[in-house]
């Protein structure tokens, strides 16, 4: 008698911030495939729709702002009318703002602090009654929160911040038998250079990304949604942690 194969992530349920496009898409995409449901969220209704169409029946989408409190809250409202509770959640909403520090606003500073750092904080705390023991929470930080890259002076700020969250939520969430870590990507081939800058400057930059990183590339969205499962599921005795996917930039 034959048996279905179940996918090692079957019976699962996920959300995923900034889950419509790049490496939050492909993570969706990854467990959506090996069994799981999950929730996506994003800005836009149209990326959304777009989403949905690669991942099928076992996802939903709605649209959330990251930085808005009253919508992380109807966030998880909607999470528990869909899911009842969660396995796993990845916070990889997020912005990049390419300004040099001289010209940067408070309108900016403002933009990036609230959706890079006080939406993910936000967002684990309105969510973390939902998640069973065991979970794992995932947060997206940057290899600029150790490198100090040019003009990305308040997105590195942001970044480092949740790196210094990661470790402070998993300490207080251990009695819940809760894990937190982080991903932290190099230069990964999202589009998000082509799309935040002149099509030559775009180029430019991407051929001194990739020169300057030890292994000569970039990395691929497919290879952060690897690392976010493993940290999220398999990483059991792991928290606190930040995992860096850069082709070694961070590190040698």
Do not use: C, H, W
């Amino acid at each position: 008698m034959s048996t279905v194969e179940k996918g090692k992530y079957e019976g699962k349920r996920v959300v995923i911030t900034g889950g419509s496009s790049g490496f939050g898409l492909k993570t969706a995409k990854l467990l959506v495939d090996e069994g799981a449901r999950v929730l996506v969220t994003g800005r836009t209704q149209s990326t959304l729709d777009s989403a949905l169409k690669q991942l099928g029946n076992n996802a939903v989408a709605i649209v959330s702002d990251a930085s808005s409190l009253s919508d992380i809250e109807a966030l998880a409202t909607r999470v528990k009318a869909e899911f009842g509770t969660i396995d796993a959640l990845f916070v990889n909403a997020g912005v990049t703002r390419f300004v040099p520090f001289e010209s940067v606003t408070e309108e900016v500073y403002d933009e990036v602090l609230a959706i890079n750092t006080k939406g993910p904080y936000f967002t684990v705390q309105k969510l973390v009654p939902l998640l069973n023991e065991g979970s794992g929470v995932v947060l997206t930080t940057s290899v600029a929160n150790v490198l100090g890259i040019p003009m990305i002076s308040a997105y590195a700020a942001s970044k480092a911040a949740l790196r210094s969250m990661t470790r402070s939520l998993a300490r207080e969430l251990l009695p819940r038998k809760i894990r937190v870590n982080a991903v932290s990507p190099g230069p990964i081939d999202t589009g998000i250079l082509d799309r935040s800058m002149p099509a030559e400057a775009a180029e430019q930059t991407k051929a001194q990304m990739r020169q300057e990183n030890p292994m000569l590339r970039f990395g691929e969205p497919s290879e952060v949604a690897k690392a976010v499962a493993f940290l999220a599921f398999d990483a059991t005795y792991t928290t606190g942690a930040e995992f860096p996917v850069d082709g070694g930039g961070s590190q040698i």
